[in-house]
């Protein structure tokens, strides 16, 4: 059985977490079109992106624990063949309550592609290309996430939004199969692929660590602010600026690939240089994208000027999407190798518990409650400038002491 290169290793990988994020983002995009046909509020309608999260955050840490032990080609098909199925039942469903059961079936499939995929590729990279790669593996969430928000639309318009669910999870019943002629990599600090297996001892270790802590603690907090901001981010564009829900999905995907794609790529490859330099390159690079954000963020959703909304909404997203790879970077990091793929489970868990589960659905009630979604945004600026002091509090701790890569950090 053929292994793949590194680089066959990235494109495959990052290939499928485009269609991960495209099939998650399908539902920001024909969410006008589903409220209306199934005569759903705001608060319900938030309700479909906290239970994605409930599947997506409660099996994390099943997958995180099997990704250390068990066949990591096998988890990646069997997550792909699931939430690609459950897509496509989306557009099938005739209630809110089969709404949810298939948005939580696809939370589940994604959750074990999220915890196996990264701890894969750090093992076939040396840490001096670790940040870059998995920089690369990232920019699939910009362009996933733009080709379901301008695809969905498109689709929602022309034939209504269940042949939009229908045709974004159809390629993954293929897709699913890619991985499995190659030979899996060795986990990382064993040439034959064997190690000692991790116990739970070994993963409540990582939760005493300084840096992943911080690294975790301040990813929930930009997690909760990007959440509510992309799934309401179209329906904002077209309450606030009356612009139709097509084009609002449009612009909308075409800031995420665009501010996204860029964002990702000048920030994990700034963060590498960085790093190079200082010890605190990948921490400063984070909190330095959520203070320029922040305001961005605030003048997106109180300007009554359309021109100067949509710009600032642009400039929003551009800097929160500058950390992506190095967030991700750090956090595999503060774990040793054989846990790595429980460090990205318990990321997984924390970030969306505390973050994207409910704030989709509290902006969502406060909308409903102050009869204004642009007000009901307006908490998310506050959010990005807490992520950016945990952030800043990291970068100062890793200044002042050095790290070591691969082992954790004591709280002491």
């Given amino acids: 059985m053929r292994s793949l290169t590194p680089r066959q290793t990235l494109v495959i990988l990052t290939g499928l977490n485009l269609f991960n994020y495209f099939d998650r983002y399908v539902l920001s995009a024909v969410l006008p079109g589903l409220q209306k046909d199934l005569g759903l509020d705001d608060a319900k309608a938030g309700s479909l992106a906290t239970i994605f999260m409930l599947g997506y955050f409660l099996t994390s840490p099943f997958f995180g624990w099997l990704g250390d032990r068990a066949s990591r080609k096998w988890l990646i098909a069997g997550g792909i063949l699931i939430w690609s199925s459950a897509t496509i039942m989306t557009g099938f469903a005739a209630s809110l309550g089969m709404l949810l059961f298939w948005r939580a079936m696809v939370g589940v499939g994604e959750a074990s592609y999220a915890t196996v995929s990264p701890a894969w590729l750090s093992d076939v990279y040396p840490p001096e290309k670790r940040n ?141 240089a960085w790093q190079k330099r200082r010890r605190s390159g990948y921490a400063g690079t984070l909190a330095l994208s959520m203070l320029l954000g922040a305001p961005a963020a605030w003048v997106a959703f109180s300007s009554p000027d359309k021109i100067t909304g949509m710009t600032a909404l642009a400039v929003a997203m551009f800097c929160c999407f500058l950390g992506t790879g190095p967030i991700n970077t750090l956090i595999l990091e503060s774990a040793p190798p054989a846990l790595r793929a429980s460090a990205m489970a318990g990321s997984i868990f924390i970030i969306h518990l505390f973050g994207d589960l409910s704030s ?45 890569h691969g082992k954790p950090t004591p709280l002491s």
């Fill in 132 to 272: 870059n790669a998995l920089t690369l593996f990232y920019t699939a969430i910009p362009i996933g996430a733009a080709v379901g928000s301008v695809v969905g639309g498109i689709i929602a318009a022309k034939y209504g939004w269940r042949h939009a669910f229908i045709y974004a999870g159809a390629p993954g019943l293929v897709l699913a199969l890619l991985l499995l002629p190659f030979k899996e990599p060795a986990r990382t600090g064993s040439p034959d692929g064997s190690h000692k297996l991790p116990g739970w001892k070994d993963v409540a270790a990582l939760f005493k660590g300084r840096d992943y802590n911080l690294s975790v603690w301040g990813y929930t907090a930009y997690t909760f602010a990007l959440g509510a901001m992309a799934h309401w981010g179209p329906s904002f564009l077209h309450r606030a600026y009356g612009m139709p829900v097509e084009k609002a999905s449009e612009f909308f995907g075409y800031v995420l690939v665009g501010a996204g794609l860029a964002g990702t790529l000048l920030g994990g490859l700034a963060a590498t």
């Fill in 360 to 404: 989709p659905s509290i902006v969502g009630h406060l909308s409903d409650s102050w009869a204004s979604l642009s007000k009901a945004l307006l908490v998310l600026p506050f959010v990005l400038l807490l992520a950016a002091l945990l952030w800043g509090f990291l970068a100062f701790l890793q200044e002042r002491s050095p790290t070591t």
